[in-house]
């Protein structure tokens, strides 16, 4: 059965969590003494209690990203440095790992289990001497705490701007649906109050036609949160610092240590080649759109600000496309239908809604069934709100896995977007983007939720690898763009027509519109992340790195006030630190793996659904995802089929 999700207890709260970690220290004393050296009396019992441990604290976690608060965020406030103080000693008891490092085990998920438990002490630093372990215990709770207040100073400064519109030639062409909920009446007059929630500010820079306005809007998005100049300047020298006491020559080196790619060198290499790849067709599209603001605006220069409306007012023309129109064909709750009966078609599940009362009355909970045997449970909170965090995201609740009862325990999880939100005047309608988005969550989730492995910490995503955790939630994207799906998926929220051919038509024809310069987009973000940890750079110094990355891959040059660093919340608050690269590296496997499955007719093969099911989705970290994918495939990916689904290549 599952654990009910409630809000935590405030007022106790701390006390609980106390309470467990000083169990779990209880339980790693009683382990150490004993003679025992079979996993069952040493990593299983850890197993369990990390999962009571993560069932206390990650509740007040997603309610402090999903409903925050100043009551969950002094909490979590609290709490962050107790679990990241727990976990840091506990990585660096010896006892612990020399027990760990005599355990014996037949089995190969056991032994998998085993080596990387040693990797993780080793890598925490588990040999150095005591003052230097205390060091890397101040490091880390700081680090978690720079973080959150990272997070937090780029919720407030979202939340607290506001730009006021009065006139409606301002307004003119942004779709309904997002103008509804930003309707307010002041003084008798009725305004617009955009803010800088991700729906409203795609809407307006989308779709504003004041130029001007849009500038305004572009500097106050890429301009917030200053303070966290000073955080990310912490930020780095604790990563570096940190880095340089476990014996490694940089932090790069040291996050790499566990993840696919062999080293930067390798990252380096690899986006550059992309760039290579991208670079010739980025230009190409860089001069049609300015050839094209300039023929119908007399538009000089493109700013960035302009590329956003031009693209699609471009996008509209060249290819008769609307994206308002498309809008009307995927309503949300009707969308949401579609993509459950999708993903039960291809792996041969069921979902089963529930009537739980949880932290939104927009939130929805579906249990999965496979083989008309419960399996899995889903959370999806999809709407935009003051009191969310920006963005969209997957996060693990519960883990499939059998205690040392041999009872087996099932997996839960979060699905997170910010779509707009539905009003009493206008339902919630999705750009395709958002529909894309989605198909991305659900990709990650199903990667937890369909895990069959008996062990938790190779079950679902615990323990795979960093740059290639992405491959699943890729991979699934991929159908918000086949014709089959589209039609299952997309009804006229008012007609309930389903969507016509003609229209998916243009969705497929526009796929790869700017494409490219979306790619060179992500490879600077990535560029930025992984040059930036290779040595400290100080504020100006950071500044300074990625203004020289910009000149490789922007074709626009950024405006002085544009700090994008600062709201770069992926590498400071998320956990892509050195990172960032592992969209693309991913998206190669996504990219091979799709492309494999689909027939001579460019439908899917459901057997090889079924081969990615067994081999990717249920193995999670049992072996390393590049044994995994050869088991499925018998092959290694190529970066040639990434090209190939972008449209960039010389027959595109």
């Known amino acids: 059965m599952f654990i009910e999700f409630k809000e935590p207890n405030y007022t106790t709260f701390i006390s609980e969590l106390k309470d467990i970690i000083a169990r779990y220290n209880n339980t790693v004393d009683e382990i150490v003494k004993n003679d025992s050296k079979s996993y069952a009396d040493t990593l299983k019992i850890l197993e369990e209690l990390d999962e009571e441990l993560s069932l206390c604290f990650t509740p007040l976690s997603h309610l402090n990203s999903v409903s925050n608060s100043s009551q969950t965020q002094k909490i979590y406030e609290e709490a962050l440095p107790i679990i990241s103080n727990f976990h840091t000693k506990l990585s660096h008891n010896k006892k612990l790992y020399e027990k760990i490092k005599s355990i014996t085990t037949t089995k190969a998920d056991e032994q998998r289990v085993i080596d990387e438990a040693i990797k993780d ?14 060091r890397l215990e101040e490091i880390d709770m700081n680090l978690s ?50 803010n800088l929630q991700m729906p409203n500010y795609i809407a307006y820079m989308t779709y504003g036609p004041n130029r001007t306005l849009r500038e305004k809007l572009y500097k106050a998005y890429t301009s917030r949160a200053p303070q966290n100049a000073q955080i990310i300047d912490a930020i780095l020298q604790l990563r570096e610092e940190e880095a340089k006491l476990l014996g490694f020559t940089n932090y790069a080196q040291y996050a790499l240590s566990k993840r696919d790619a062999s080293s930067s060198d390798e990252v380096i290499d690899f986006l550059e080649k992309l760039i290579a790849i991208a670079q010739p067709f980025a230009k190409k599209e860089f001069e049609e759109l300015s050839a094209y603001a300039k023929s119908i605006d ?110 087996r325990k099932l997996a839960s999880a979060f699905i997170v ?24 969550e659900m990709g990650h989730a199903l990667h937890h939720l369909l895990s069959k492995n008996t062990q938790r910490s190779l079950s679902g995503i615990n323990g795979v690898a960093w740059d ?65 940890h290779l040595k400290y750079h100080n504020i100006e110094q950071t500044q300074h790195l990625l203004d020289a990355i910009r000149k490789e891959t922007s074709l626009i040059k950024v405006p002085g006030y544009n700090k994008f660093q600062n709201s770069f919340a992926h590498i400071f608050a998320g956990g892509y630190a050195a990172g960032y690269y592992s969209y693309k590296w991913a998206e190669v496997l996504s990219a091979d793996a799709f492309i494999e499955c689909l027939d001579e007719d460019g439908l899917f093969n459901t057997l090889k659904a079924k081969g990615y099911k067994e081999h990717i989705l249920a193995k999670g970290s049992l072996k390393e995802m590049r044994h995994l994918y050869r088991e499925w495939l018998g092959k290694d990916p190529d970066v040639d089929s990434l090209a190939k689904l972008y449209g960039l290549t010389k027959d595109s």
């Open 121 to 134: 002490f080793e890598l925490a630093g588990v040999d150095l001497e005591m003052t230097k372990k205390r």
């Open 145 to 194: 705490s720079l973080s959150n207040e990272f997070s937090q100073n780029l919720l407030n400064a979202t939340n607290e701007y506001t730009l006021t519109i009065e006139n409606e030639k301002d307004i003119e062409g942004i779709p309904d649906s997002a103008l509804e909920p930003l309707k307010k009446e002041r003084d008798g007059k009725i305004v617009y109050e955009f």
């Open 298 to 407: 007399a538009l000089t220069q493109l700013e960035s600000y302009d590329v956003a409306y031009y693209a699609q007012k471009l996008q509209q023309e060249k290819f008769d496309f609307d994206e308002r129109i498309v809008q009307e064909y995927f309503e949300q709750s009707s969308l949401l239908k579609g993509l459950l009966e999708t993903v039960s078609k291809l792996f041969d599940i069921e979902f089963k809604e529930l009537g739980l009362k949880l932290w939104h009355p927009c939130v929805k909970a579906y249990d999965i069934y496979e083989d008309g045997k419960l399996s899995a449970r889903i959370y999806l909170d999809l709407e935009a709100r003051s009191s969310k965090r920006g963005g969209a995201w997957m996060h693990d609740f519960e883990t499939h896995f059998f205690d040392a009862k041999e009872e």
């Open 417 to 440: 977007c910010n779509f707009s939100a539905a009003t009493k005047e206008t339902p919630s309608l999705l750009r395709h983007d958002d529909v894309v988005t989605l198909f991305h």
């Open 468 to 532: 290639v955790v992405e491959f699943p939630s890729q991979f699934l994207e991929n159908f918000a763009y086949q014709k089959d799906v589209l039609k299952s998926i997309g009804t006229h929220y008012k007609s309930g027509e389903s969507i016509p051919d003609w229209l998916i038509e243009k969705i497929e024809q526009t796929k790869n519109f700017q494409a490219a310069s979306g790619l060179l987009r992500q490879i600077e973000f990535s560029l930025f992340d992984i040059k930036l």
